[in-house]
């Protein structure tokens, strides 16, 4: 009896699961469980996935609801891994907890390169797993390197086309197989949702319109400061009424301070216009189905490119250009995200909206090869992890490096990877880079070796 344990910390990663078992992406399983994870920081103060508004839209689809946390406690979630000896204890533990017998577990887990994700694939060490996308960063490359007993036993990477025509990075170093979620699978979840909903009838009856501004709390990260942030909210206001929309939504961040609110509402009556904020735990894509927005702003959301790609929705973003100066170190997993974003996206500070970019466009950005430009990024944030990505980016720079590319690489990171761009090494460095490449130090060792006979 085969059973199936997918995991979600997000109703968003929720929706997700339910698309991919719609669509058929996986296969039988005698049982699929959902296990739901609280990554909070204090988890005791958040709603847990499978008491939030909506979930029970999905439910139907597992056979089970499994709390991680309560199997762990008193541990938390994103700081607790097993210690490698006590691994079968694990294992033995949680398939009496959830009875589980010696069934065959298969394993399905969002952002496989950290707690809680890693922590539960490390406690069925035969599980086969795959892995589904969080959003954009699966076009990014794999933060942290993975130990090969995780990392060979991953199957496929299940993701939302997103950026139609782009290959995730994720995992590749694997040879993990990309597969694409269906898009009309995922509209068809977020339908359920919204009709799910008590007061979506009377709300849909309300006129569309307006600008919906998605907030993103970037200063927990502390890639903003708390007064940036704030301003970079307000610089979404007033790009939005110079747009003409004198209607304004705001869906801030969960965590979000709530004196944010009254700024920007604030700042919206002093311009003529009237925001309204949405304090209620929402998905962006059901907010999309509900509110009919004219416009879409933000800064690097996922929520640009549904909005973009699956609704068809004109989109804007802003403070692309201070994130990517902002972000450190280099290799943050949040770059890929902010450059597409960047490449993509009209830019609301430039006075522009729209559909995003064609990425293929020979006029577009970086001369329509954004594949290349992945590639090159990918490579720059992580050289150990993806070293077979060099060729690709010494090809793309040495091609398309101009100042508009340029600001999606460091100057200072191009030197010390030797690619075009950086400046010129003194010889004495280049024989010490060069005396450090495994090639290069198997041909010397060889090259020895037949002197001595």
Known sequence: MTTRILCASTLYGAVTLAAALDSGCFGPADRTLLLVTNNA???????????MPGFEALRDRFDGVLSWNEAIAPFHPSGW???????????????????????????????????PALSVTRCFPDAPIDVYADGLMSYGPTRNKLDPLVGERVRRLLHLDLVPGLRPLLLAEFGTVPEVIPTAAFTKVVARLEEARPESRAEAAEPGGGALILGQYLSALSIL????EEELHLSMVRGAVEQGHTRLLFK??????????????????????????????E????LLLRLRPALVVACFSTGLFTAAHFYRVPVARIGTGLLLERLTPYENSNRIPVTLADVLLPDLAAGRSGPPFAAADPLGPAGGNLPGLVAAVGFAMQPKIRPDLRTAAERFLGAHLDETVRRYFKRRRLTALGLPGGLPMPRRAVVRRLSRQPAVRRVARRVRKAAGK
């Open 41 to 51: 920081a204090v988890p005791e103060t958040a709603t847990p996935l499978d008491r």
């Open 81 to 115: 891994s097993p210690r490698g000896d006590d691994i079968p204890l694990w294992e033995r533990y949680l398939r009496m907890l959830w009875e589980l017998a010696d069934d065959p577990v298969e394993l399905g887990v969002e952002s496989l390169q950290v707690s």
């Open 283 to 286: 998905l962006a894509e059901v």
């Open 225 to 228: 400061t708390p007064e940036e």
């Open 252 to 281: 801030p961040h969960p965590l979000a301070p709530a004196a944010w609110n009254e700024t920007l509402e604030q700042e919206a009556a002093a311009l003529g216009a009237e925001l309204t904020v949405i304090d209620r735990p």
